[in-house]
């Protein structure tokens, strides 16, 4: 009778552990940046779980800087961080600046997800049909939201993306699996990309392609920012 007690007892510890490693913990990702198959520069992407205004939250920030030989033609230093709501994965408030060439731009942004709107200190008040990410809650959101749960190739996932200056609908499609292979290692990975619209959504920006883990911990191992020169990956190096 003991020994069936102690069986019962470990697997329960078991079974806690198992939950404790699929739920998102505090992180640092660590990336180089290339343009092509040239090395430009550093990012990295870090999650951290803390209080704020006597509420849990996930504060989560995205560093991305140029360096070298890139600077010369294109230079990047822009930063972009989220308060996200760890229950519903969605964004609170977010802050974004940017350095991107002529581009020098700094913003403060309040989500009302109950009522899909959203206030910017640069552009006012906004509206969506829907709940409303924006760069950095949108990696998170893709991760750990359960959006990713029984994908097939092809499936579409629709949000609302909040640009720098806009809100606008964007639909993310689920491209497969691909093997990725980084500094950190070989990664089975899921694949989402943009879809790029015709006509006028064709002006519209597509903000990442990003692939993840295929296992508990979604790990972005690569994500592809585009930029008005074209596109850089951000290919991780370290955990």
């Known amino acids: 009778m003991h020994c069936m007690k102690s069986f019962f007892t470990l697997l329960i510890v078991l079974s806690f552990s198992v939950v404790l490693a699929q739920n998102p913990g505090d992180e640092t990702l660590n990336y180089t940046i ?47 961080s989220s308060f996200i709501n760890p229950a519903t994965c969605l964004p609170e408030k977010s802050f974004c600046k940017i350095l991107e060439q002529e581009i020098d731009y700094e913003d403060e942004v309040v989500f009302f997800q109950e009522d899909s709107t959203l206030f910017s200190k640069q552009m006012g008040w906004d509206e969506a049909g829907g709940e409303i990410l924006d760069i950095v809650s949108l990696i998170y959101n893709l991760r ?56 006028s959504e064709q002006s519209k920006k597509t903000p990442l392609t990003i692939w993840i883990t295929n296992d508990a911990r979604k790990l972005p191992v690569m994500i592809q920012f585009n930029l008005k020169v074209g596109s850089i990956k951000c290919e991780l190096d370290s955990i």
């Open 144 to 199: 750990f939201s359960g959006r990713m749960k029984n994908l097939q190739e092809g499936d579409l996932v629709d949000i609302y993306f909040w640009d720098i200056n806009e809100i606008y609908p964007l639909k993310m499609k689920f491209g497969g699996s691909e093997e990725i292979k980084t500094k950190a290692g070989t990664f089975q990975c899921l694949k989402i990309e943009p879809i790029i619209g015709k006509g």
């Open 34 to 80: 290339r343009f092509g198959a040239i090395e430009g520069g550093k990012a990295y992407l870090s999650t951290v779980h803390k209080e704020k205004e006597g509420k849990n939250v996930v504060f989560s920030e995205l560093k991305l800087k140029s360096t070298g030989v890139t600077n010369s033609f294109y230079t990047i230093d822009n930063l972009f």
